[in-house]
């Protein structure tokens, strides 16, 4: 069970976020025993990213301060062989999120892209109709193009909506379930980037420790439901969930 190695593990997984989730994504990541680490200043990134497991760059607030730590940070983990994650939040929604983004994928390699669909069409420069941070509306072939990134980019792509669809550009996998809630609480995806991080690291499989990690995500949503009356005590569920998955391994 991955979450079970993951605690057992107890990853350093630096996380150079955005503030709205921050904190979120920090106590996602301890439930699941792993090691937070949010430090975003360019001036102390690379050497904070030499003691991680894994980087994850995610530009939900992106500013120039932030672009600056991710391109330092990025470049450094690549020179050690650390895996750097991409959550490219709302990547078309502005010329200047997009313009970062294709920087970022041409300066930095990239072991997985964890995207919604709209941050897809961003990527593989399909016209898409981005609502702020949502997935908006437009007209693609999430298989295709998933697969032409994960092969331009030589990487795995993880693209989540109401079903996920994984690719490495050859081995390709839809993942079902999960709750309509998880888009009523803010963060939701943006932790599953971070758990990404850590779930990469926890064996030489990435391609199928991160399917086991979205099947996962799906129940844990289930549960979370189930348990939880309200959005705000939904949020807690989801990290109630995630804490007693690690520990017990049953989904």
Same mark, same amino acid.
């Given at each position: 069970m991955v979450f079970?190695? %993951?605690r057992?593990?107890?990853?350093?997984?630096? $996380?150079?976020?955005?503030?709205?989730?921050a904190?979120f994504?920090?106590?996602?990541l301890?439930?699941? @025993?792993?090691?937070?680490?949010m =430090?975003?200043?360019?001036?102390?990134?690379?050497?904070?990213?030499?003691i991680a497991?894994?980087?994850l760059?995610n530009?939900?607030?992106?500013t120039?301060?932030? &672009?600056?730590?991710m391109?330092?940070?990025?470049?450094?983990? #690549?020179a050690l062989?650390?895996?750097? %994650?991409?959550d490219?939040? =709302?990547a078309?929604?502005t010329?200047?999120?997009k313009q970062t983004?294709?920087?970022?994928?041409? !300066?930095i390699?990239?072991a997985v892209?964890r995207? #919604?669909v709209g941050?897809?069409?961003?990527i593989a420069?399909?016209?898409?109709?981005q609502?702020?941070v949502d997935?908006g !509306?437009?007209s693609?072939?999430?298989?295709d193009?998933a &697969?032409e990134?994960?092969k &331009?980019?030589?990487c795995i792509v993880?693209?989540? @909506? /109401?079903?996920?669809f994984?690719t490495?550009?050859?081995? =390709?996998?839809?993942?079902v379930g999960g709750?309509?809630?998880?888009? /009523?609480v803010?963060?939701?995806g943006c932790?599953l980037?971070a %758990? $990404?991080? =850590?779930a990469?690291?926890a064996g030489?499989?990435?391609f199928?420790q991160l $399917?086991?990690t979205?099947?996962s995500?799906?129940?844990i949503?289930e549960h979370?439901?189930?348990a939880?009356?309200y959005?705000g005590?939904?949020?807690?569920?989801v990290?109630n969930e995630l804490?007693?998955?690690?520990?017990? @391994?049953?989904?």
């Open positions: 079970q190695t %993951i057992k593990k107890q990853p350093l997984i630096h $996380c150079i976020t955005n503030y709205v989730v904190n994504q920090a106590n996602g301890l439930a699941i @025993g792993a090691s937070p680490v =430090a975003d200043d360019p001036q102390e990134v690379e050497e904070m990213v030499s497991s894994a980087l760059v530009i939900g607030t992106l120039t301060r932030t &672009k600056e730590s391109l330092l940070a990025g470049k450094k983990a #690549n062989g650390i895996p750097v %994650i991409l490219p939040v =709302a078309g929604a010329a200047y999120r983004v294709l920087q970022l994928l041409d !300066t390699h990239f892209i995207c #919604n941050e897809l069409a961003a420069n399909v016209q898409w109709q609502k702020g997935s !509306t437009g693609i072939s999430v298989e193009k &697969k990134i994960a &331009k980019y030589n993880i693209v989540t @909506g /109401e079903k996920d994984i490495d550009g050859n081995l =390709a996998q839809w993942i709750h309509t809630r998880m888009t /009523e803010t963060g939701t932790l980037s %758990i $990404c991080c =850590a990469y690291i030489n499989e990435p199928s $399917c086991d979205l099947t995500y799906k129940k949503a979370a439901h189930s939880a009356q959005n005590d939904f949020a807690v569920a990290l804490h007693r998955l690690s520990k017990d @391994g049953d989904i």
